[in-house]
């Protein structure tokens, strides 16, 4: 999980930024050797992390100069760690020790800040989030910690990236870019389906973008936004269809090398697709994640820039243009349903359309056959979970950081629904829309259906985020309808 650096030896805090002072506030400063044995004796005191203390992992924060807290990023082989956040007992509760952190924050030589702690609720108000998937390193600690020092030790995550995420001007700006590029796409009123709800249901027809999904947005941003040098190295990313997709196009048009790794079993739509965009096509893995880990590693030996399918600022802005347009051409819409894979376009949602009617409901729909995100939000901790659906668009395996902390803070709801109701759903879209959308693509349809009474009378926009089905996959759907 994310982007580990080897950093063993490197002088973490010496020469990261400059001292913070202000007037009334202690002073954060870089941690001396005189300073060292306060540390220690507080670090045994405490029972914190005692192993392989050295001063240049600290910033202390003093008062007249005198030390009344410190903090302290802890490098691994291939990771690092914040933590070792104490104050003294006469300065507690003042805003100290989130002001330590604050600062580590700033600090950190990563996007993914790892904290172990046996006070994770204190640090969920500092935005952090537990998380069931943390280098094997920082796992190996918490092991060690929690036989020794601090049962209860929990490992937890915050990603830089989130302060990244876009504003309402940026998305803006994005669209200014795309709109050269990709034509706008209808959102469309459908009586079968509106009256199947009980509501007056819309359906925003992504699957009508060039690569037949809603993602070839954030591909073209991206793109737009890369240096002279990064489009001449070149991106790297993994996929099982629309990511990659979307790159490749991006890349075709601002003339980037696109390599993209797929899975063993991809699907052939997708791939000649790629392929004809001039992207160079990487089978590795029996599954998204795997595919991803070689696309990670090939990108960090080649000097690739890797895109990550859902913590690049970039994408989501690309992908909110859709919700632009749907409070645009809809400005009164009581709830978008969305599905949720990794999470882009549904983020997109909650930071765009929320800003500009801040009363609508934004529902995510996630497949049951790969709920990592689902149980990632509901339980507030990143978690994996096995894939088994046909649904390529919604086959994440694990959560991200950026998109459940979005969720956390913005999402209205979220929804599992089966296999049986997305291939359901694409029958529905044929017959009510003329429509054809692979299984993800129907999945906020489905979502809809399974909640109909919850839309009664309501403005609803229906995401058809993807139509990238083969004849093969439609045969099995409509063969396999009872009767």
Known sequence: MGSGSHCSDAPLLYNRGVSIETAGEPQVTPATAEDLPFIRESVDRLRLDPEDLRPEQFITLRREGRIIGFGRIKPYRETCEAGS???????????????IVRELIRR???????VTTDIPAYFERLGFLRTEILPAEIEAKVSRVCESLRPGT???????RIERLPT???VYRARHVIERHL????LLHNLPLSRRLGCEAYLKLENLQPIGAFKVRGGVYLCSTLSDEERARGIVGASTGNHGQSLAYGAHLYGARCVIAMPEEANPLKVESMRALGAEVEFHGANFEEARLWAEEFARREGLRYIHHINSPELIAGVATMSLEIVEDLPDVDVIVTPIGGGSGAAGHCLVAKTLRPEVQVIGVQTAGAPA?????????IQRAPIHTAAEGLATGQAYYVSVKTFIDRLDDMLLVSEEEMRDAVLLLLEAAHQVAEESGAAATAGALQMAERLRGKRVAIILSGGNMTLDALRRVVMGRPG
């Open 183 to 186: 034509a706008r796409t209808p």
């Open 85 to 99: 956040v104490a104050v003294i007992e006469e300065e507690r509760g003042r805003g100290w020790g989130e002001m």
């Open 108 to 114: 950190f030589p990563q996007d993914e800040v790892y």
């Open 168 to 170: 309402l001007a940026g």
């Open 154 to 160: 929990v490992g937890m995550v915050y990603d830089r």
């Open 373 to 381: 995100v689902y149980h990632s939000w509901r339980e507030r901790k």
